[in-house]
């Protein structure tokens, strides 16, 4: 069985039931007793404490309240259906405004998007129909003579339906899916407990649209929706002035924020459990006999997969490699060579990803910007190759044909001279080395992973399986660090105590210099001179005698 | 137990401690101990100047105000720019101070008096309230305010480089190298009160600094020449739970940091490549005053302003907890990160807490007593009585943990002990009246022997090395293997002052204190 294919089925299904299970009893369970309260203070008029506990505890068990439920559980099957399907471990770049739409556009998109305000839509009506008795639930008709139900019914949904348009063109459109890991992994209950916090609360309600000047430009839209449509139909288009009244301003102010908190914190359990950290086995039994199964829950086979499992595994190698004494176990079997035959398999197993990883970064990175230093690929000479021929044996010189891609590219680029076009398909500034930039996560960890065992291999290393490999991680590092120093400085800055945040692909830019810098001066400080007495290439050996004067900045 | 009694007498007026020799603070007259210090230095020492400059302090800006200020406006208008500048609390001020300008006026300040008074009575019934935010926060004032006058009120020193960045009263910060002429000034309108900085490890250029906003990164670059850093060179790391920071403390390898801050106890940590941060732990227990990361990285020490402290350990951030009894004043690790020293505010005693490696935090159940270090009258070399100890402003231990040093709060002496944690712990302090020590400060990156940095009341910063052969390995080649595994201990114990020494055995050693030659540690 293939490593994701195992991480799938063991691993991340759990932590979507789980997830999700979390998400009912917090979301459900809570708004639920919130709407409850507001019912029997503020609707019935009950001010009895004894009562108004009694009233909470006898609704939550009300069958036909039961039965709603039913609602919100479809509601947040459907968004972590949509969560699951769209989440992603590297930010998206648009490399030109076409792109852009192209994304706004697909089906895709406005499929789940259309989901998640559905799903909104039904959870605003909920929220209300629990609060107010005035305001039905979706499924209960209207009375005949109650010229408010149905306005109060529409405005709600269509309130709601605008805060899940907001959150999803977020979502889609801003990087809202983006998964990463935090700094530091505490227990859930901590993380969930500082995401419920009035701060994180008040942020989402500012976000998701559920701030002053948003729930005004929707109530303004509605309105001259509602006028337009009356207008066309010769109905009377005075009577939607009164859905000014207040009972209806104070619901659609509950539920907008009840839902901007409730996607909110959503989005904010499913990223906690999702990046949970995994711990991956070094080494198994099966490493014994390595022909007997190749593909296996190993840290080696992870490291090469692709994805959140690629990214959680270079995540544990990190954790692994860092000088915590607590990993010391784990770190020796890095260390360890295999009986019989004495091989370092699992330090190889380790070092290969990564080292494959750095390279291949640091390639796609020269090939954008200076592929003038890439290595030329072998010219192959023009008559070595069976040239095609007539019937006589002469040699036909006939153009090959041109691929369709080709075509294509020659076409985009020639439209590119017009200006309509030019608006669309001209590439935005640095969006390709900001693409590149946006997948360096695993490429940061694996810096550090390595830079954390080669200097731990100093003093733990017995048999000195890392040795033979110091040389090429640090000529490795040495160019993939004047890679991205040949880059230039990031071209957005800020001021700090502005509250700007940079892009996430911008900030991974500067934590790969930061990181690589570490790294380096890691290893030079705990090997000291001997450093320079390894058969590297003269540039990294001057780039090594620096680090050891701490000369580099 | 040791006690202050033990130390040798201080030298007589007119000398001051020079250097380490032997195991003995030696003492020689101002002129000779400086050349003697450079001489033991070399190319190795560093001045630390105030230059040309006047130096102003930050917390004196206010005053300048009502020297300029033409008093034109209406005694309304004046109020009300009291109000938009300070608050409502100010205006009110502002309102008693005028007189004679009619009757409405005189109601409204007799009547802004009343509000006063009653504000300053609810204020007095709150204080008198156990709040443990209102509790011993002498730790968490701005370093201008903690130090006593002089223009440099305390040092940090780079850990791999013979570098030195020092806080100035301005809340500027200059940085000396040996060697090296310039002395960058880093200055920036965010940076005010500063209340911690910190060198990042491996690397030569990034330092942090926790003030009233966050934390500010400087990145200094080692070859550039440029005296005064401009504002790229700055990034604002800021969390809304811990600002203004009280306490910041870098994670051994250096790639993240946690910090402390505000009125609440929330323990941020950050990720400075990337500029994230998580909260890991938001309990009860008010204000965090103090947090550091132990050598190993495997635990986090966290005081808190009310009478308890809790050790994290960094994998999945549970704790144990100590209860004390009285708030912590200053606590350092031992460089292997087993042991724990620290003194609490009220208490003149040092506590030490052992911890064992393994899963969990691994801490000794109670805390022991190491050194007495009550105020005691002993006689200088000349015969006259100084008054030594008392409660303890500062600990300071160095990258080898041999040599310990300790700054009080209301004596002029800085102690200094000798140390070994495998498996002894040894004294031998030192101290002059007229000068008080205001912040100590070890070299990190000497491969022998050490350097102790001093920063007195006048401002100077004088350096003491100490030349010895050492006993400790170092952290980076310690081999982890030797670690014992196998002791536990429970949590939540009370801390009991009374226990005798050899009570906690195992890996952390019991630190058995003997008496040694004294010796004596002036200022300039």
Redesign the interface.
Known sequence: MKPEDLFSSEVLLWRYVRALACLLLLQVVAPMAVCNLYHTVVAQRILNPITVTTNLLTSCIYPTKLLRLVVPAACFVILARVHIKSYTVSAWVPLNRWEKWRRVLSLTVILRSGLIMIACALLANFYTSLAHPDFPFLVIPCTPGDVMCYKRKTVIIYMGAYVGYHYAYKYFMLNGNLITPTPAHPRKLQLIKASLSLRSTREACNTHGANKLSFLCAICIYMAAAIMINLIYDGNWQEWLVIFDLPLMMMTLLATVLLAISLSLFSQVFHIFITEPVEIPVATAEDSNPEAETDSWRLSNALSSSGLLQLLAFWDLKTLASSDPMNFARRTQVFCISQPGGHPRNWMGIMNPSMNLIRKFCERLKRHNCPEDLPKPPVVPAGAASAPTDVNKNEVVKPPPVPFKERAVKLIMSLKRYPFFGYFLSDLPDATNRSIFAEALPVIWAVQALGDLVTASFTEDKFGVVQRNIPDILMAFTQLQKVVDGLGRVTISRRPGTGEALPSELQLRKALRFSLRSALYTVTTTFGDTVLAMPVSAECQSKLQSYLQFKEG | MINLEHLHPPPGCGHVTAYENDGRLRALHVTEALETTKKWLGGQFIEVTVGQEPVRTAHSKQEAREAFSAHTETPWQRVMFAYYEEGWEASLQEMIKGKDEGSLYQVASTMASVILKVCGIIAKAQALLPSPKRSGSSANTPLVLRGSGGSIVSVAWHP??NTLAAVFCDDTVRVFAAGRSITPLLK???QKSITHIAWMP????LMAVGCE?GV?LW??????VVTRPS??C???L?H??ATPINSLTWH?????FACVGGSNS?LV??????????????GTGGNISLVLWSP???RLFVAYSSKIMRVF??????YEQWSLESPIQSAVWSSLGHLLLFVTQDDPVLYYLGFI???GVGGTQVAAQVADLTQTLVSDEDGEEVSVGGPVKQLAWDIRSERLAIVFRDTEFVVLFHTHTHPTLHLAPGGEPCQVPVSVSFQKNLPNGAVLSVVWSSGQVQHIPMRYSSREPLP??????T?NTSIRTTHNSILNCSVPLNTSMGYAGSPVTSPLIGGIFTSP
């Not at chain 2, 491996?202 to 250029?205: F, H, Q």
């Not at chain 2, 051994?252 to 993240?256: A, D, E």
């Not at chain 2, 350990?313 to 549970?318: F, G, K, L």
């Open positions: 791999h480089t920036h309108r965010l491996y690397s030569a250029s906003c500010l990145t200094l670059d080692p070859v550039n504002g790229s700055v990034s604002l800021a809304p739970s051994p390898k250096g790639n993240l929330q940590v950050w990720d400075v490549g990337r500029e994230a941060s998580v909260v890991v732990h938001s190993d990285s495997s350990e960094t994998r999945s951030w549970t490696p393994g899963e980076s080649t310690l081999n982890t293997s670690f």
